[in-house]
């Protein structure tokens, strides 16, 4: 066994940066921080009131996730990814589920397909509220925070009503949905995306024309586009960076290249160009939703694969074998062909990879979850060095965190 | 419905099949020797480089349009020799394109050079590595522990550490 590093706060190894050690100041932030979205601990070097380095201290939620994956069957595996990135849950069963279908090579029926494109565009505008309402809360305007969350209550509404919970919906599973959709659910959903414009806009009158608002936003934060590239930045971040590129234009996936959608990008490259991009993809999104409710296709919502997907109630208690194979589903799991498979999509952070390796048995050999606020994290110290201590608050709410996709 | 890829196996077949996949063209043109095998399955490349050059491979993975970095992670092949393989992931936004690479490492020399230098977005991705399978990083300019607590004894993720209970 390799022997351990020397241990300890690094900041108290490296040398000063510059001038003289007895200046500058260790300031600890978090880990119970209410402006750090979580149990994020950053340990701060700072000169008067510039910063002038700043280390993360992450593992606080550290459950070992991907451990316990590997003594699941495939399917229980589905809930624990809703616990990852807890604000987009349907994001992370949809890439689980992507790639567990790679490895079967599974084809999965259009209405299914297009279920899951509107449920992940609504869990991203989910995504999206609670940055909304957060971020503005950390800068000091908390009206606005009251009022999408007004709007999110609505969205874990539609997604209690469509899989009988608010946040680890496990909807989206291998193999298709979990449950058709319940009557009025897309009645339900027409109503929510056709009076959200006019939320999105009583937000912006709220915060884009507020002076206090756009001075602690613009110009702080900086990143630029070979910076965000080289960190692994994805998402709204890097895209606020001038980088156009979004997995669900570019690598489409669960048949997102029938939709048309916008994708915001801005050169600004500061806090306030991933205010405005983060606003726009919320638009996009709506359009989405509406293009998947006109043209939402029949169908079954599940594959044609009895010895995968667990049958239907009524059959499994009229149909021998529709018995059998739930016995041996639930007991045994199903075997998944050995193989190993990456997954990207969009989730409303960036870009989300699953890496599932099979060893041929019904349980996954190893799941690693790529997350986008981890790479996030690490360009922190670039868009605070040299900035002032109170922009870090700012910043950390634009990148967006989710403590609990960065821990796993 | 997308038609149905074919698997190939090994150097040769790949080579010969994809003469000009940009990850291919990238990292053969710069060196050869250094890819020691290869695969194609599901629709996704991976090459498995030597050990010593994947520093060297990365660099010319990224001149050859491989821009953005994914993901830096390991699988414990337990008892296997070798016991250790550790997988990149590298996004290209020209050819829309993610390729895998991996590196096989030995339990008793488990080393690899760090890719930090190319790619600054590894760091954290290689502390984890290291927190959770005990795989060094050289040349890693702050290979600590991430996720577990600093005095922490073991790597959780090895398939030889127990899901329950005490280590």
Redesign the interface.
Known sequence: ??S??D??T?ILQVPAAEGSRDQHMVLNMGPQHPSTHGVLRLVLEIDGEIVVRLYPE??YL?T?I???C??KFYQQVVPLTDRVDYLGPMNNNLAYSLAVE??L?L?IPEKAQWLRVLLSELTRINSHLIWLGTHAMDIGALTVFLYTFREREDLLRIFEMVSGQRMMTSYIRPGGLALEPPLGFFERVQTFITNFPEKIDEYSNLLTGNPIFVNRLKGIGHLSGEDA??????GPVMRASG?D?DVRR??PYSSYEKFQFAVPVSNDCDVWARYVCRLVEMRESVKICQQALDGMPEGPIRADAPKIILPDREAMKTQMEALIHHFKIVTEGFPVPA????Q?IESGHG?V?Y?I?SDGGPKP??V?M?YPS??D??ALETMCQGRLLADVVAVIGSIDIVLGEI?? | ?PE?KPTLTGKAAVLEALPDHPAILAIHGWNAEAITDAKF??G?L?LTISKDEIRGACSALMAGGY?????V?A??WFPSVPRFQV?Y?A?S?KF???V?LKVLVDEGD??VDSITPV???????EREVFD?F?I?FEGHP??????????WK?H??RKD?P?EGYR
């Open positions: 066994m390799p351990l590093p241990v300890g690094p992450i593992g550290h070992g991907e451990k316990t590997e003594a790679k490895l090579e084809e590239l080289a960190l692994g930045v994805t980088i590129f570019d690598m193989g190993e498979v990456y990207s870009q990879g890496y390796v050999y190893r690693h790529r981890f790479a994290l690490q821990d796993r | 419905m149905p399955d599901r996704e991976a821009n953005a970095f994914q993901d992670t699988v414990d997988v992931h996004c936004h829309k394109d993610v895998r488990a080393t790619w600054p977005g590894a760091n954290y991705y959770l005990g060094r702050n290979l600590r522990r991430i996720m577990m607590p600093e005095e073991g959780p993720l550490y899901v």
